[in-house]
C-alpha cells in the first residue's frame, strides 16, 4: 500500500459507449459518390443556367429577342387600327424603352422564372402613361381567404410595396407559364432544364480543370539507361526540363520536333474512353437544354442532330412552335389588361404576314383561301384573321 502511493495515478478512462459497427462504414460513405444538384431558386437557376451557361443565355436570348420582334396588330371586332393610342404606348412604353426593350425584358423573365409581370403607371384615369417590366425574383403574391391575388409585394433590399388588386383595373399584369402543382407561379423551362444545365456546367468544368491541371499531358517522356537504370540524375533531370520549357512550351514552339538522346523515348498519351464520353456527355445535356426551350439544336450548332432536313426548316419549327405561341399568349394577356383602363375591348395579335420565317406558308394559305370559290369574302377575312370590312 506504502509503494502504490508513490506511483503515478492512471488517468480517468471514458465511459464506454455502445456503437454500431456499421458506423464507421456509413460515416465514410456519406459524402462519396453523392449527386450534389444545384439550388433551384429563381436566383441561383438564373446564376446558373443564363449568366453562366451559354447554352441557356442562348435559348433565352433566341426566343425573347425573336418573340420581341414579331410585329403586332391593333384591332377590334370591327377594323384593324393604324394609329391608336394603345400603339403609342406599345411603341414607346416609358422614358427608358422602346417596344422592343419591353418585350424583350418581358420575355426574358418569363423564360427564366415562369413569370413576368408588367406595371401600369396611372396618374389619372384612362390608359396608362407608362409601362414597365418588374423583376419576377422581387415579386409575390398575396393570396386572399379565396386564393385569388389581392396584391403583389415588390421587395428591394429590405423595402417594400404593395400593389393592390382589389380595385380595378388592375395595376399589375401577371403573365404566368403552366405549372401542374402552383396555382400562383408558372414553371420555367430553365427549371425544367435545372438537371441538363447542372450536367453541362459540370462537364465544362471538369474541361477546365483538365486544362488547367495538366490532368492528362499530351505524352511522356521515359528514360532506359544503357545498365538498366531507370531514373536520371538530378542534373540530367534539370537539364530535360530546361530543354523542355525553353524549346518545345508555347505558341511559339508549336510542331517543334524533339530530339531525344541518351535512352529517352516519346510516348504520345491521347484521351482515353472515359475521357470522349464527358464530350458526349456535354453534347447530349446541350440538346436536353435546347430541347426543353423548344430551340431546335440545329440553330444552335450542336452537333449531331439531324432532326430537321434544312436550317430553314428548322427555323421555320421555331417559330411555329415557340416563339408564335409564346407571343400570341402575351399579346392577348396585355391587350386584355389594357382593355380595362381604355374602357373598350382591343386586341393585339402577331401580325404572320410580316415574319420572313413564315412567308411560304402565308402565301400558300393565302393562294389556297382566295381561290376557295365556295367561301364568302368575309369568310375568307376571317380565316386569315382580318376584321371584317366596315360598311360605308
Known sequence: ?????????????????????????????????????????????????FTGNPVGFRCVKLIAEAAAAVPLNCQDAERRYEIHPVIDLIRRPNGGQGRAELFEALYGQMLLTGNGYLEAVTPEPGLPRELHVLRSDRMSVVP????????????????????????YPDPICHIKSFHPQDDHYGLSPM?????????????????????????????????KGSDGQGMLSPEQYDRLVFEMETHHQGARNAGRPMLLEGGLDWKPMGFSPSDME??????????EIAVAFGVPPMLLGIPG??????????????YRLTVLPLATRVSAAVS???SGFLGEVIELKPDLDQIPALA?????????????????????????????IAET
Open 278 to 287: 464527358f464530350h458526349e456527355t456535354k453534347v447530349a445535356a446541350a440538346r
Open 305 to 318: 442532330d439531324a432532326t430537321y432536313a434544312n436550317y430553314a426548316e428548322a427555323h421555320r419549327a421555331f
Open 336 to 338: 386584355w389588361w389594357l
Open 360 to 388: 411560304a406558308e402565308r402565301d400558300a394559305q393565302w393562294a389556297r383561301v382566295g381561290a376557295a370559290s365556295f367561301l364568302t369574302d368575309a369568310e375568307k377575312r376571317a380565316l386569315l384573321g382580318l376584321p371584317p
Open 191 to 223: 427549371q425544367a432544364a435545372a438537371t441538363a444545365i447542372d450536367v453541362h456546367n459540370s462537364a465544362s468544368a471538369w474541361s477546365k480543370a483538365l486544362l488547367d491541371n495538366a490532368a492528362r499531358p499530351s505524352g511522356a517522356i521515359v528514360y
Open 144 to 167: 386572399g381567404a379565396d386564393g385569388w391575388p389581392v396584391g403583389y409585394d415588390y421587395v428591394v433590399g429590405g423595402r417594400k410595396h404593395r400593389f393592390d388588386m382589389t380595385g
Open 1 to 49: 500500500m506504502g509503494l502504490n502511493f508513490f506511483r503515478k495515478a492512471e488517468p480517468a478512462r471514458a465511459p464506454e459507449l455502445k456503437a454500431s459497427v456499421t458506423g464507421r462504414v456509413v460515416a465514410m460513405a456519406t459524402g462519396a459518390g453523392r449527386v450534389v444538384w444545384s439550388p433551384r431558386d429563381v436566383v441561383s437557376l438564373t446564376r446558373t443556367g
